[in-house]
């Protein structure tokens, strides 16, 4: 009697935490995991709004390829960028924010979590290497989240930091990055695009770096590059070659702290109200995706919105920002 009513007030005490807007997340699955690798992230209602993606693939925008489906541009001129975004209301005026979150499907309990529970209007970065990436991709947009794929590009201290086999390298002859970066395509779809991870070296050399952004180009598809857009030379090349693109303005680590967490969004917010629009990228995290959930429930109130990645695109100032007064 007395384990009975025990099990009753444990099934209790869980209800009422998942009713109040807590996430229990486990590390992997099998086997419970001990104490110290529960993580619990509090976070409040979606309150989601349905939003219709174009279902994926739409059969004129993908060509069948051994790397699997890749996209490309329809015969009617229709990018898949564009296609597959998320829809947003070009007229808003105020300034927008995006946001997105990389490093999903790695931490499958962490990934379902963001899935599930941030606002639509937050962009979903893959991780490439994840598991089942093009069925956690299918579920993030049916939930209307725009979704990108993780780019890895050649660090500064490559091989000590390898981003894995299908890393895009400065020395590698431009036909092998293509190869890759096909593999990288044919991973899943739906996707309006690739964010940067990494990328120091690669893209200090131009030549493969512009080869790559060519081929993005031609498949229609957007880039969104890791590093701020004042002075960003990558930024720059796309601009030039008609690539749309957006750049980091904050880039919040996964090991960052709540205090960092939460200044760079204030500093995000700055940056929005000066230029019109602003992004920032997040590394997956406990604390990310609590912090994220909170902050992104503000902007409203305080006259910014929210908008995906797509919505950013092409609107941010490579220009060096004027000094404060």
């Not at 997340?25 to 690798?37: D, Q």
């Not at 993030?140 to 979704?147: D, F, N, P, V």
């Not at 990228?281 to 919105?305: C, F, Q, R, Y």
Request: aromatic share 4%; net charge negative; charged share 20%.
């Amino acid at each position: 009697m007395i384990r009975t009513l025990s099990i009753a007030l444990i099934c209790v005490a869980a209800l009422a935490i998942l009713g109040g807007g807590a996430w229990l997340l486990t590390r992997g699955s099998g086997a419970p995991p001990a104490p110290s690798e529960r993580v619990v992230v509090r976070l409040p209602p979606a309150g989601r709004q349905p939003a219709v993606l174009l279902p994926a693939p739409d059969p004129s925008l993908v060509e069948k390829t051994a790397d699997g489906l890749l996209p490309q541009i329809g015969k009617d001129g229709r990018q898949p960028w564009q296609a597959y975004a998320r829809p947003f209301d070009a007229g808003d005026k105020r300034p927008r924010i995006a946001l997105i979150i990389t490093g999903l499907g790695l931490d499958r309990a962490l990934s379902q979590a963001a899935t599930d529970r941030l606002p639509a209007a937050v962009t979903l970065g893959f991780d490439p290497y994840a598991d089942n990436v093009k069925d956690a991709i299918g579920q993030a947009r049916s939930l209307g989240h725009e979704t990108l794929l993780g780019l890895p590009m050649e660090p500064v201290d490559y091989p000590r930091e390898d981003p894995g086999p299908l890393t895009l390298l400065a020395a590698l002859p431009a036909d092998e990055n293509a190869a890759r970066l096909s593999k990288l395509m044919g991973e899943a779809s739906g996707y309006v695009g690739f964010v940067a991870l990494w990328g120091g070296r690669f893209t200090a050399e131009k030549a493969p770096l512009l080869s790559a952004l060519e081929i993005l180009k031609q498949r229609g598809l957007l880039y969104v590059d890791n590093k701020p857009p004042a002075e960003n030379t990558t930024a720059l090349l796309a601009d030039q070659i008609k690539l749309p693109w957006a750049a980091a303005n904050r880039v919040i680590d996964s090991d960052a702290t709540p205090a960092a967490i939460d200044q760079a969004f204030a500093d995000l917010e700055t940056d929005a109200q000066h230029g019109g629009a602003a992004l920032a990228i997040a590394a997956l995290s406990p604390a990310v995706l609590e912090h994220a959930a909170n902050w992104v429930a503000t902007l409203d109130k305080k006259g910014l919105v929210l908008a995906p990645a797509s919505a950013i695109a092409n609107r941010q100032s490579t220009a060096v920002p004027n000094p404060p007064p």
